[in-house]
C-alpha cells in the first residue's frame, strides 16, 4: 500500500463473524515482535458440512514497527493492546440452516506514515499450528520484494496456463478459453504445510499427521480443500489428464491419504475431514481415470482399488444400502443410481485391468440397475420407490433427482449408451428425442432451465448430452450443438453472462466449456478399458497440447483444423498423424504419444464420416 498524503495508517485483522460460507469465532492473537503477530482463528458453520471447527493459525509480518495496536470485540474498542483474545458465539440465522452469526472481532495496526511512504503486509496460514504457518513464510516468502513475487506468479500461470496453446477463433474465445482453464486449475487449496505436516479430522479426534517423501525429501503429494469431485468425469477428470496429468495423480493420492485416514474417500475433502457433500462417490471415476490412462504413480494401484472396493459397500462414501446391492437401484432417486450405475462400472474396468475377475463380473453387474428404471412408453428413466413402482413420471420434475429430471439426465448414462439405444427402439428414435430436447433448450440459452428445463449445461448431470449423438452413429449432430451450447452457454465474457447461470463448482462448467473449444471428449471419462478422445468441432484453427513428460513421452499433441469458421462447425474428414481417421475417437494411447490431428471443416455435414462399422460394437473392449 502506497499512501498519497501524511496519515495514521489502519490496518484491520478481521478475526469474527460471518465470511464467505463460514464463521470465524474464538480468535486468539499476540504480538510478537516491533511488526509481527500470530494468532488462531477457528471456523464453524460451514454450508456445505464438514468438520465441527476447523482452527488456523497465522503469522503476520509488517515492513514497519507498529505505532500501536487497537483491538475490538463486536462493539468494545481497547486501545493500546498486545494481543486479544476472544470467546465468542456462532448462532444459526435461520432454523435448520448452517449459515452462522458471531460477533465481528479483531486488530488494528497503526502506522504513522507520510506521503510516499509504502506499508507491506505478508501473512502465511497453516492447519497445523503456528510454528508450521512461521516455517511455510519463511521457505516461501522471505524477502519483501512485492514486484518479485508478481513476476514469480506471474510466470508461473503463464508456464501452467501454456500448456495448452490456441491460434485462432477471435479475442474472447481466447480470453474465455483462457479464463475456464484458469477456473479449472485454481479452486483447490492445499493443506499441507512446507514440512509435509497436514490436519486429519476423518476421526473423532485433531491429528497432526506428515505426507510421505520421496528420495530427495519432498512430499509425494499434497492434501487438498475441494468442493465435491461430483461428475468430475465429463469435464476436470479429462482435461487435467491431457495437460496437467500431475494434478490428476495428487488428486488420486490425496482421496487415497484420506480414506487411509477415516476409511471414507471423501467427496468434497474439507479441512482434513469429510463434508459429505453431494452423492456417491465420485472419487471412484477420477482415481480409475487416472490409472486407466497410466497416470496413477502417486498412490498404489491394488491398495487404492481395495480402498474404492470399500466405499462400494454399505457403510462407504457411495451411501448404498441393501436395497440397492438386491435390486440394483437406489430407491426414490434416479439420480444417484445412475451415479452410482456409473461408478461400479469403472471400478469394474479397473478390476478388469487389475486382472481381479471376480470383483469385474460383480460391479459391471451391479453397473446395469439403471435399466430397471427405464420407461419403455417415455423412453425415459425415472425414479422408482422400493415397491418397484414409479416415483412419478413427470420428465421435467426434479423429484428423485439430484438437480436433474429425466430429459436431462437419462442420457447420463453414459457406460450404457447402446443397451439405452435398444431400449428405446433404435438409434434414430434416441437421436431424435435428444435432437428434440436440444431444440427445446435452445432459447435458453442450455443454461437457464437448470433442473426444470430439457437440456442444462449450467451443471453437471447434463452436460455430456451433446456428445451422445456420436456414439448413436450421428456424430455431425454432436459437432452441430457442440458448437451451439460452446457458443450460446459458455460463449460470453461480460460479468454477468461469462458465468451467468452457472454452478461452476471450483471449474467444472469451465472444464467442459475449455474441452468443447478444443473439440475434444470422453463420454466415459476415460474409465474405460482403452481410453480414447472423441473428437467434435474446435472453435480455434490450431491447438498445442504440450505433454508432460514425467507421464508421456516427450512433445506435443496437436490438433489442426482447415476452413475452420463459425459456420463451418462439420467435420468432413480428419487425419491423424498423416492416415486417413474414420473413426470419431482416437486413443488415449495415441495421444500420450505425441501427433498430430488434422481436421478439414465444412458447412455441411459429412454423414458418413466417424460412424461405427456396422460390426462393430461402440461398448468399450478391453485392448490393452
Given at each position: 500500500?502506497?499512501?498519497?498524503?501524511?496519515?495514521?495508517?489502519?490496518?484491520?485483522?478481521?478475526?469474527?463473524?460471518?465470511?464467505?460460507?463460514?464463521?470465524?469465532?474464538?480468535?486468539?492473537?499476540?504480538?510478537?515482535?516491533?511488526?509481527?503477530?500470530?494468532?488462531?482463528?477457528?471456523?464453524?458453520?460451514?454450508?456445505?458440512?464438514?468438520?465441527?471447527?476447523?482452527?488456523?493459525?497465522?503469522?503476520?509480518?509488517?515492513?514497519?514497527?507498529?505505532?500501536?495496536?487497537?483491538?475490538?470485540?463486536?462493539?468494545?474498542?481497547?486501545?493500546?493492546?498486545?494481543?486479544?483474545?476472544?470467546?465468542?458465539?456462532?448462532?444459526?440465522?435461520?432454523?435448520?440452516?448452517?449459515?452462522?452469526?458471531?460477533?465481528?472481532?479483531?486488530?488494528?495496526?497503526?502506522?504513522?506514515?507520510?506521503?510516499?511512504?509504502?506499508?507491506?503486509?505478508?501473512?502465511?496460514?497453516?492447519?497445523?499450528?503456528?510454528?508450521?504457518?512461521?516455517?511455510?513464510?519463511?521457505?516461501?516468502?522471505?524477502?519483501?520484494?512485492?514486484?518479485?513475487?508478481?513476476?514469480?506468479?506471474?510466470?508461473?500461470?503463464?508456464?501452467?496456463?501454456?500448456?495448452?496453446?490456441?491460434?485462432?477463433?477471435?479475442?474472447?474465445?481466447?480470453?474465455?478459453?483462457?479464463?475456464?482453464?484458469w477456473h479449472v486449475l485454481l479452486g483447490r487449496h492445499k493443506l499441507d504445510d512446507v514440512s509435509g505436516d497436514y490436519p486429519d479430522r476423518t476421526g473423532q479426534?485433531?491429528?497432526?499427521?506428515?505426507?510421505?517423501?520421496?528420495?530427495?525429501?519432498?512430499?509425494?503429494?499434497?492434501?487438498?480443500?475441494?468442493?465435491?469431485?461430483?461428475?468430475?468425469?465429463?469435464?476436470?477428470?479429462?482435461?487435467?489428464?491431457?495437460?496437467?496429468?500431475?494434478?490428476?495423480?495428487?488428486?488420486?493420492?490425496?482421496?487415497?491419504?484420506?480414506?487411509?485416514?477415516?476409511?471414507?474417500?471423501?467427496?468434497?475433502?474439507?479441512?482434513?475431514?469429510?463434508?459429505?457433500?453431494?452423492?456417491?462417490?465420485?472419487?471412484?471415476?477420477?482415481?480409475?481415470?487416472?490409472?486407466?490412462?497410466?497416470?496413477?504413480?502417486?498412490?498404489?494401484?491394488?491398495?487404492?482399488?481395495?480402498?474404492?472396493?470399500?466405499?462400494?459397500?454399505?457403510?462407504?462414501?457411495?451411501?448404498?444400502?441393501?436395497?440397492?446391492?438386491?435390486?440394483?437401484?437406489?430407491?426414490?432417486?434416479?439420480?444417484?443410481?445412475?451415479?452410482?450405475?456409473?461408478?461400479?462400472?469403472?471400478?469394474?474396468?479397473?478390476?478388469?485391468?487389475?486382472?481381479?475377475?471376480?470383483?469385474?463380473?460383480?460391479?459391471?453387474?451391479?453397473?446395469?440397475?439403471?435399466?430397471?428404471?427405464?420407461?419403455?412408453?417415455?423412453?425415459?428413466?425415472?425414479?422408482?420407490?422400493?415397491?418397484?413402482?414409479?416415483?412419478?413420471?413427470?420428465?421435467?420434475?426434479?423429484?428423485?433427482?439430484?438437480?436433474?429430471?429425466?430429459?436431462?439426465?437419462?442420457?447420463?448414462?453414459?457406460?450404457?449408451?447402446?443397451?439405452?439405444?435398444?431400449?428405446?427402439?433404435?438409434?434414430?428414435?434416441?437421436?431424435?428425442?435428444?435432437?428434440?430436447?436440444?431444440?427445446?433448450?435452445?432459447?435458453?440459452?442450455?443454461?437457464?432451465?437448470?433442473?426444470?428445463?430439457?437440456?442444462?449445461?449450467?451443471?453437471?448431470?447434463?452436460?455430456?448430452?451433446?456428445?451422445?449423438?456420436?456414439?448413436?452413429?450421428?456424430?455431425?449432430?454432436?459437432?452441430?450443438?457442440?458448437?451451439?451450447?460452446?457458443?450460446?452457454?459458455?460463449?460470453?465474457?461480460?460479468?454477468?453472462?461469462?458465468?451467468?447461470?452457472?454452478?461452476?463448482?471450483?471449474?467444472?462448467?469451465?472444464?467442459?466449456?475449455?474441452?468443447?473449444?478444443?473439440?475434444?471428449?470422453?463420454?466415459?471419462?476415460?474409465?474405460?478399458?482403452?481410453?480414447?478422445?472423441?473428437?467434435?468441432?474446435?472453435?480455434?484453427?490450431?491447438?498445442?497440447?504440450?505433454?508432460?513428460?514425467?507421464?508421456?513421452?516427450?512433445?506435443?499433441?496437436?490438433?489442426?483444423?482447415?476452413?475452420?469458421?463459425?459456420?463451418?462447425?462439420?467435420?468432413?474428414?480428419?487425419?491423424?498423424?498423416?492416415?486417413?481417421?474414420?473413426?470419431?475417437?482416437?486413443?488415449?494411447?495415441?495421444?500420450?504419444?505425441g501427433g498430430l490431428l488434422e481436421l478439414w471443416m465444412g458447412p455441411e455435414p459429412a454423414k458418413k464420416w466417424g460412424i461405427f462399422p456396422k460390426k462393430r460394437?461402440?461398448?468399450?473392449?478391453?485392448?490393452?
Amino acid at each position: 500500500m502506497k499512501y498519497t498524503e501524511d496519515c495514521l495508517s489502519n490496518t484491520l485483522l478481521n478475526l469474527g463473524g460471518f465470511t464467505g460460507t463460514s464463521t470465524m469465532t474464538d480468535a486468539e492473537v499476540r504480538q510478537t515482535g516491533p511488526a509481527e503477530l500470530e494468532g488462531s482463528v477457528s471456523t464453524v458453520g460451514r454450508l456445505w458440512g464438514g468438520p465441527e471447527e476447523v482452527k488456523i493459525y497465522f503469522v503476520m509480518h509488517f515492513d514497519k514497527p507498529f505505532d500501536r495496536l487497537d483491538s475490538w470485540d463486536d462493539s468494545l474498542t481497547t486501545k493500546a493492546v498486545t494481543g486479544l483474545k476472544v470467546n465468542s458465539q456462532a448462532t444459526p440465522r435461520n432454523a435448520g440452516m448452517t449459515y452462522y452469526d458471531a460477533p465481528t472481532a479483531g486488530i488494528q495496526a497503526l502506522h504513522r506514515l507520510k506521503k510516499g511512504e509504502e506499508l507491506q503486509v505478508k501473512i502465511a496460514i497453516s492447519y497445523t499450528n503456528i510454528e508450521n504457518a512461521r516455517h511455510n513464510l519463511a521457505h516461501e516468502c522471505a524477502h519483501w520484494d512485492f514486484d518479485a513475487i508478481r513476476r514469480d506468479a506471474r510466470r508461473e500461470w503463464e508456464e501452467t496456463l501454456s500448456r495448452i496453446q490456441v491460434q485462432g477463433g477471435d479475442a474472447h474465445q481466447r480470453i474465455k478459453f483462457y479464463t475456464d482453464l484458469w477456473h479449472v486449475l485454481l479452486g483447490r487449496h492445499k493443506l499441507d504445510d512446507v514440512s509435509g505436516d497436514y490436519p486429519d479430522r476423518t476421526g473423532q479426534e485433531f491429528i497432526i499427521r506428515t505426507l510421505p517423501k520421496n528420495t530427495t525429501g519432498e512430499s509425494k503429494f499434497h492434501m487438498y480443500n475441494s468442493d465435491a469431485f461430483w461428475l468430475t468425469q465429463w469435464n476436470l477428470n479429462i482435461l487435467w489428464g491431457l495437460a496437467w496429468p500431475s494434478v490428476l495423480d495428487d488428486f488420486a493420492a490425496c482421496l487415497i491419504q484420506y480414506a487411509d485416514n477415516g476409511g471414507l474417500l471423501p467427496r468434497g475433502p474439507c479441512g482434513g475431514g469429510y463434508s459429505r457433500i453431494m452423492t456417491g462417490c465420485p472419487a471412484t471415476n477420477l482415481i480409475v481415470s487416472a490409472y486407466m490412462k497410466g497416470l496413477l504413480k502417486k498412490t498404489e494401484a491394488r491398495h487404492a482399488f481395495t480402498v474404492m472396493k470399500r466405499n462400494h459397500m454399505p457403510g462407504g462414501m457411495l451411501g448404498i444400502d441393501d436395497f440397492y446391492l438386491e435390486n440394483g437401484y437406489y430407491a426414490d432417486n434416479a439420480g444417484i443410481t445412475i451415479e452410482a450405475n456409473f461408478q461400479d462400472w469403472a471400478l469394474s474396468q479397473m478390476a478388469q485391468q487389475l486382472d481381479y475377475p471376480e470383483e469385474a463380473t460383480y460391479f459391471l453387474k451391479r453397473s446395469q440397475g439403471w435399466k430397471q428404471l427405464f420407461d419403455p412408453e417415455k423412453k425415459l428413466i425415472f425414479p422408482k420407490d422400493r415397491q418397484g413402482n414409479w416415483k412419478h413420471r413427470n420428465p421435467l420434475s426434479g423429484d428423485g433427482w439430484v438437480e436433474a429430471n429425466a430429459w436431462q439426465a437419462t442420457w447420463s448414462v453414459s457406460h450404457g449408451i447402446p443397451d439405452l439405444i435398444e431400449l428405446m427402439g433404435g438409434k434414430d428414435v434416441l437421436c431424435d428425442k435428444l435432437n428434440y430436447a436440444f431444440e427445446q433448450a435452445a432459447d435458453d440459452d442450455f443454461v437457464y432451465g437448470y433442473s426444470g428445463g430439457y437440456i442444462s449445461y449450467a451443471n453437471q448431470p447434463g452436460v455430456s448430452n451433446a456428445h451422445v449423438f456420436s456414439w448413436a452413429g450421428k456424430p455431425w449432430l454432436t459437432q452441430y450443438w457442440v458448437r451451439r451450447v460452446r457458443a450460446q452457454a459458455y460463449g460470453a465474457v461480460t460479468p454477468d453472462r461469462g458465468y451467468g447461470g452457472h454452478d461452476e463448482d471450483q471449474g467444472q462448467m469451465g472444464g467442459i466449456s475449455a474441452l468443447m473449444a478444443i473439440g475434444l471428449f470422453s463420454l466415459t471419462g476415460n474409465v474405460d478399458q482403452n481410453p480414447s478422445y472423441e473428437i467434435t468441432s474446435p472453435i480455434f484453427d490450431r491447438i498445442e497440447i504440450t505433454l508432460d513428460d514425467r507421464y508421456y513421452e516427450k512433445g506435443k499433441f496437436v490438433i489442426q483444423t482447415y476452413h475452420n469458421s463459425a459456420g463451418n462447425c462439420y467435420i468432413r474428414q480428419a487425419r491423424l498423424n498423416g492416415k486417413p481417421l474414420h473413426d470419431f475417437r482416437f486413443s488415449h494411447a495415441d495421444f500420450s504419444k505425441g501427433g498430430l490431428l488434422e481436421l478439414w471443416m465444412g458447412p455441411e455435414p459429412a454423414k458418413k464420416w466417424g460412424i461405427f462399422p456396422k460390426k462393430r460394437s461402440p461398448r468399450p473392449v478391453n485392448q490393452r
